[in-house]
């Protein structure tokens, strides 16, 4: 069984501030982590993934996340936040092995202020 | 990366009419999965499409409502049957996994029913 929380349904930063999108998942064997980025009237964009090689993952658009096994954790930042960023942000987890499907967080809705 | 096309990309549908959702993929993949997004909420699996076999669906997604077709490697077909307005959702095709463990996603299937 595996699953995700997202603290914080909506985020709120000011343009050039640091992002930070909590993630903690649950999983009885060794997981494939996922963030996923969704735009207004658009479907889902791969931002990054961590499946078990270096820890800290860099993906698009300036994102990075750091999968900490010992915390349970995978949070996505950016050091400078972007007008563009406004969006839908989600992280997921599939196992590493067998069926791959992937279970959603309930989403974090980032907003940035100019 | 695999290149996923969804149709339709978006309908509007009469209340107890089926509408049938086609994904098609641009090369063979092992597992192809379907989603759903209701409005202002994260994505729930629905069920994986088995080639060749019956799909498997998760809890509270039943055949009769959602039959599913995989016919060979590249395509597959999901059924929203005798609709009501709480059918209203995206519907997502996922296939993989890809290169780097990616998991793609369609575009999405944008159903209002009426």
């Known amino acids: 069984a595996q699953s995700v929380t997202q603290l914080g349904s909506h985020v709120s930063v000011s343009e050039g501030a640091l992002v930070l999108l909590r993630c903690n998942y649950s999983s009885s064997v060794p997981p494939y982590l996922f963030w996923y980025v969704q735009y207004p009237n658009q479907g889902l964009q791969l931002l990054l993934k961590y499946t078990s090689a270096a820890t800290l993952v860099k993906g698009i658009n300036g994102f990075e996340a750091e999968f900490k096994k010992s915390e349970t954790s995978f949070h996505l930042t950016k050091p400078s936040a972007h007008m563009s960023d406004a969006a839908e942000y989600f992280c997921?987890?599939?196992?590493?092995?067998?069926?791959?499907?992937?279970?959603f967080g309930s989403g974090t809705r980032l907003q940035v202020q100019p | 990366s695999a290149v996923i096309s969804q149709k339709p990309s978006r309908d509007i549908c009469q209340r107890g009419t089926s509408l049938t959702i086609q994904c098609q993929v641009d090369s063979q993949v092992t597992m192809m999965f379907w989603y759903r997004q209701q409005p202002g909420q994260s994505l729930t699996l629905i069920a994986t499409?088995?080639?060749?076999?019956?799909?498997?669906?998760e809890s509270g997604f039943v055949i009769d409502k959602f039959p599913i077709s995989r016919p060979n490697l590249t395509f597959s077909t999901l059924t929203v049957s005798n609709m009501s307005p709480e059918d209203s959702s995206i519907y997502l095709c996922?296939?993989?996994?890809?290169?780097?463990?990616?998991?793609?996603f369609g575009e999405g299937s944008w159903l209002t029913v009426v």
């Open positions: 499409a088995n080639q060749g076999s019956e799909a498997t669906y």
């Open positions: 997921a987890v599939s196992p590493a092995a067998g069926r791959r499907a992937l279970t």
């Open positions: 996922s296939v993989g996994p890809g290169s780097g463990n990616t998991i793609y």
